[in-house]
């Protein structure tokens, strides 16, 4: 099973990236699905979660109002939308797949992880 994240790159604060994260498998369809961020030297800190049907998402405190995460379960792939970007939002941001419909923000929640994608804000 496998996750690929891809969209990252350097932007300009206030601008937009779009991150993209495609699944090996089409059981993901089924599955809540979560982006993780992790800042140097920082803990990895959950950013968004969605069910399987899209129909339930749930915002870390600090992106609510900016990033939307989304997902096209007819392409295996989750997506996240992050709007009037700030340096704070640098980091590697990590996808990640829950064995359940619904799951929360912890970590154990969820199972496969992909590789990183890096965004960097500059100010």
């Known amino acids: 099973v496998q996750l690929q994240a891809s969209g990252g790159g350097l932007v300009q604060a206030g601008g937009s990236l779009r991150l993209s994260c495609a699944a090996s498998?089409?059981?993901?369809?089924?599955?809540?699905m979560a982006w993780f961020r992790q800042a140097p030297g920082e803990e990895r800190e959950f950013v968004a979660t969605?069910?399987?049907?899209?129909?339930?998402?749930y915002y870390a405190d600090s992106v609510k109002g900016r990033f939307t995460i989304s997902r096209d379960n007819a392409k295996n792939t989750v997506y996240l939308q992050m709007n009037s970007l700030k340096p704070e939002d640098t980091a590697a941001y990590y996808c990640?797949?829950?064995?359940?419909?619904?799951?929360?923000?912890?970590?154990?929640?969820?199972?496969?992880w992909g590789q990183g994608t890096l965004v960097t804000v500059s100010s």
């Open positions: 990640a797949a829950g064995l359940k419909a619904v799951a929360g923000t912890g970590r154990s929640d969820y199972r496969y």
């Open positions: 498998r089409r059981t993901f369809s089924n599955n809540a």
């Open positions: 969605i069910s399987w049907n899209g129909g339930s998402t």
